[in-house]
Antibody, heavy 122, light 107 residues
Framework: QVQLVQSGAEVKKPGASVKVSCKAS????????MHWVRQAPGQGLEWMGW????????NYAQKFQGRVTMTRDTSISTAYMELSRLRSDDTAVYYC???????????????WGQGTTVTVSS | DIQMTQSPSSLSASVGDRVTITCRAS??????LNWYQQKPGKAPKLLIY???SLQSGVPSRFSGSGSGTDFTLTISSLQPEDFATYYC?????????FGQGTKLEIK
C-alpha cells in the first residue's frame, strides 16, 4: 500500500538544525511531488514547500526561505526536510505529504506521513 | 501570496445537521481548492480536491463547490465521526496556503 514513514521525534537547542526524513513506499517515488507541512501546538496547518523528486526542484514558502532545504535520495525513495537556525517557535509536528496528481504540485495532498515532532528548547 | 480565509472559525452542530463551511481566496484560484479533515493527534485527511472532487473512500455526505474566490464544504448529515477540524488549501499558486481552520464541535 502507498505510505510515507517519517523519522522519529527530535529535541534540538535554539540555533541548531534538524533534518526530517520521509520514506515512500508503494508507488513510484519520482512520479509525485512531495509537500512539507507543519503544525505548531494548538495551531493550524502551515505549508512549508515542496520538492519535485524527479528533478530535485524545490519551492519554499517565503517565511522559510534561507532556513529550509528540501532534498531527496531517489535510490531509497526518501525525501528530506532540513530546517536550520531553529527557534522555539519552530516547535511543531512536521508532516510530509504526497501531491495527488502525478508530475504536478497542484491538487490536494492525498497521502500523509505520520508526523515528526520537533521540539526546540534550551 | 494568496490568503485563504475560512468561516466560521468554530461551529457547534448536532448529529444529523447539515453544515456548511466557507473558504475565500484573496484572488482567483480557479478550482484549485482542497479540503482536509483533521482529528486530534492525527495527520490531516484529504476529503475534496479540485473544489468538488470527492477523494476515494470519503463518504458521499461530504461535498464541495465553488470556483474563483468563493468555496464551500458541505456535510449533508453530520455523523459522530465528523466532529473534527477542517482546513481549506489552495494549490493554484506554486506557494500553497491553508485556511486557518474550522473546528466543528458537538452541540
Amino acid at each position: 500500500q502507498v505510505q510515507l514513514v517519517q523519522s522519529g521525534a527530535e529535541v534540538k537547542k535554539p540555533g541548531a538544525s534538524v533534518k526530517v526524513s520521509c520514506k515512500a513506499s508503494g508507488y513510484t517515488f519520482t512520479g509525485y511531488y512531495m509537500h512539507w507541512v507543519r503544525q505548531a501546538p494548538g495551531q493550524g496547518l502551515e505549508w512549508m514547500g515542496w520538492i519535485n523528486p524527479n528533478s530535485g526542484g524545490t519551492n519554499y514558502a517565503q517565511k522559510f526561505q534561507g532556513r529550509v532545504t528540501m532534498t531527496r535520495d531517489t535510490s531509497i525513495s526518501t525525501a528530506y526536510m532540513e530546517l536550520s537556525r531553529l527557534r522555539s517557535d519552530d516547535t511543531a509536528v512536521y508532516y510530509c505529504a504526497r501531491a495527488i496528481y502525478s508530475g504536478s504540485y497542484r491538487g490536494g495532498m492525498d497521502v500523509w506521513g505520520q508526523g515528526t515532532t520537533v521540539t526546540v528548547s534550551s | 501570496d494568496i490568503q485563504m480565509t475560512q468561516s466560521p472559525s468554530s461551529l457547534s452542530a448536532s448529529v444529523g445537521d447539515r453544515v456548511t463551511i466557507t473558504c475565500r481566496a484573496s484572488q482567483s484560484i480557479s478550482s484549485y481548492l482542497n479540503w482536509y479533515q483533521q482529528k486530534p493527534g492525527k495527520a490531516p485527511k484529504l476529503l475534496i480536491y479540485a473544489a468538488s472532487s470527492l477523494q476515494s473512500g470519503v463518504p458521499s455526505r461530504f461535498s464541495g463547490s465553488g470556483s474563483g474566490t468563493d468555496f464551500t464544504l458541505t456535510i449533508s448529515s453530520l455523523q459522530p465521526e465528523d466532529f473534527a477540524t477542517y482546513y481549506c488549501q489552495q494549490s493554484y499558486s506554486t506557494l500553497g496556503t491553508f485556511g486557518q481552520g474550522t473546528k466543528l464541535e458537538i452541540k
